[in-house]
């Protein structure tokens, strides 16, 4: 297929749904209500939804065939049957535990393993990680390769961890730290890779210390497909057969269906410890459920069990990898600063380099969210200083960038929805100038960006 350019999505449409026009008035008004918060529109008021690629995918005829079988036994139902053997397949861990998400997963596992005085590393933790390592009282440290912290920094596997530092720091840490956590594909740093080739020296590394170590293996499917790619000798190689080389260095993870899990809810933790998974299990009957559903009704166990068999296949992978770089190669183009290389399932808009005359506290990330929303009714993400700059103490400062995230649902949108989200980016960056900032009139004490309202600073 390399000699056409077009990418062509491999699957045509069975049955649609349809997306609401509005006008630019329309949406003006819109904002209003919203207090100028995406979070706060009408998703009917939006007409293309980048917010978040978690769980807003389609699913394919043969998921929703599979839904037809969910049976609901309460114990031992065959979609539990079904899901533990999808799972394993790619993941050959001794014991699955299903969960209603990523964040299930990660909140009975840290419970048992997190507390005062212990300490976790990670590429980069992803928020609801963070959040519930720290929960516990325990530290969650970040050690991803220098190029990782740098937007225009280009690595093929910028994902990588930092093998020396994580040496230093099972070093000093010795007795502290209960896991060593590495995410495929690092979400919060773009969704970037990790090499097969560092995942080893990760093993090594964690066998010198006596530690465990877990994956957080949300993308692992484009992370695979990143290594077949781009990590020399290994481009003959199946993604199942990358996958599985991946779970054979680790001793559990913790996953979110809503990504690579191509459903719309779902998650679990797996290990290979069995008292590790004996304590979790009690915990998941507390918090979840039983131990063959988790928070998980039966039909969705059967949509994740179809999801991880069709999320390997490489048009899938081509289509999805090829698809996100031809929207991020079309801005770049078009000369709007971003985060690049380009990750797996976002595209990642630099509103600080773009809107230089507002400054991070008047949070230009926001501005240019709210411009693509009120101009073409595309919602993305701020990542800035509205999500990172204000502080437990109630102080506030800038974020390390001002960036809004352009996340790709999966196999959601069409090629002429990119080619319109292209347009309408290019037109608002060609009148960045005319952006006003924003200040923030009510926020509560935490997680601002899910709630805050703001209010538009006037023009000099
Ligand atoms: C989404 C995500 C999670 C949490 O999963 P949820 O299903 O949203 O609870 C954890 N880690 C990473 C890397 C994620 O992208």
């Known amino acids: 297929m390399d000699r056409w350019k077009t990418i062509v999505e491999p699957f045509r449409i069975h049955s649609v749904e349809p997306v609401r026009m ?64 999808s799972v394993q ?48 009282g325990a530290e969650a440290v970040d050690l991803v390769i220098p190029e990782g912290h740098d937007p225009a920094a280009i690595h093929p596997f910028k994902g990588n961890m930092d093998i020396a ?20 594909t690092n979400n919060s740093g773009g969704g970037q890779p990790v090499s097969l080739a560092n995942l080893h020296a990760i093993r090594e590394a964690c066998d010198r210390h006596g530690v465990p170590l877990f994956l957080d293996g949300c993308r692992f499917a484009e992370n695979a497909w990143f290594i077949k790619l781009r990590e020399p000798g290994q481009g003959e190689r199946s993604i199942p057969d990358i996958v599985r080389e991946i779970a054979s260095l680790a001793d559990g993870m913790t996953m979110s269906a809503k990504k ?19 304590q979790c299990r009690n915990l998941l009957i507390l918090t979840e459920g039983f131990v063959t559903y988790g928070g998980l009704a039966g039909r969705d166990l059967e949509a994740i069990a179809q999801g991880l068999r069709e999320v390997v296949d490489e048009d899938y992978l081509r289509y999805r990898i090829q698809s996100t770089a031809y929207f991020g190669e079309a801005l770049a183009a078009a000369g709007v600063p971003l985060v690049q290389p380009f990750g797996g ?26 411009a693509l929303y009120r101009e073409g009714g595309i919602r993305g993400c701020e990542i800035g200083t509205v999500m990172f700059g204000q502080h437990p103490d109630g102080s506030e400062a800038p974020a390390a960038m001002d960036l809004v995230r352009l996340a790709i649902p999966r196999r959601t949108y069409t090629q002429s929805h990119i080619d319109y989200a292209i347009e309408v980016v290019q037109y608002v960056a060609e009148r960045a100038a005319e952006l006003r900032g924003f200040r923030i009139v009510q926020q509560p004490s935490a997680l601002r960006h899910f709630t805050a309202r703001f209010d538009l600073l006037e023009g000099s």
Not at 165 to 184: M, Y
Not at 347 to 370: K, M, N, S, T
Request: cysteine-free.
């Open 260 to 278: 690579d899990g191509l459903a719309n809810i779902g998650g679990w933790l797996a290990m290979n410890d069995d008292a590790l998974a004996e």
């Open 165 to 184: 530092a994580l040496d230093a720091f099972l070093t000093s840490r010795a007795g502290d730290v209960t896991v060593v956590f590495v995410t495929i």
């Open 22 to 85: 509005t006008t630019v008035a329309e949406r003006s008004a819109a904002l209003e209500v919203a207090g100028y918060n995406l979070f706060n529109l009408h998703a009917d008021d939006v007409l293309i939804d980048l917010l978040t690629d978690s769980g807003t995918g389609a699913m394919s005829r043969d998921q929703w065939a599979a839904i037809q079988h969910g049976d609901e036994s309460y114990a031992g139902s065959p979609s539990w049957f079904r899901f533990l053997e």
């Open 345 to 370: 399932h976002a595209i990642y808009l630099d509103a600080r380099a773009l809107l230089p005359h507002i400054p991070p506290l008047e949070y230009p990330g926001q501005a240019l969210a709210v």
């Open 89 to 136: 397949e790619l993941f050959p861990f001794k014991h699955v535990i299903p969960t209603h998400q990523g964040r299930a997963a990660e909140k009975i596992l840290f419970s048992v393993i997190g507390g005062p005085g212990k300490a976790i590393p990670n590429n980069t933790h992803f928020d609801t990680t963070r959040a519930n390592v720290e929960a516990t």
